[in-house]
């Protein structure tokens, strides 16, 4: 395995990681507690890393046929 497809996917898995910290954080209480604005901006942070962890999914098909 190159070291190019061995750093897509320790990054590809360490978004994951940060992706299920997060995702846990917004589906809780303490959330609720957080300002609107800051709720909007962590909702589209989540977006963005699951965009971008798609990405790497899809590169990492593409190295890995």
Known sequence: MSDFISRLREEKNDLGSRMLKLYEFINSEK????????????RDQFDAMSRYHSALCLRLKKHEI
């Open 31 to 42: 959330f609720r507690d957080v300002d609107g604005a800051e709720q909007d901006l962590l």
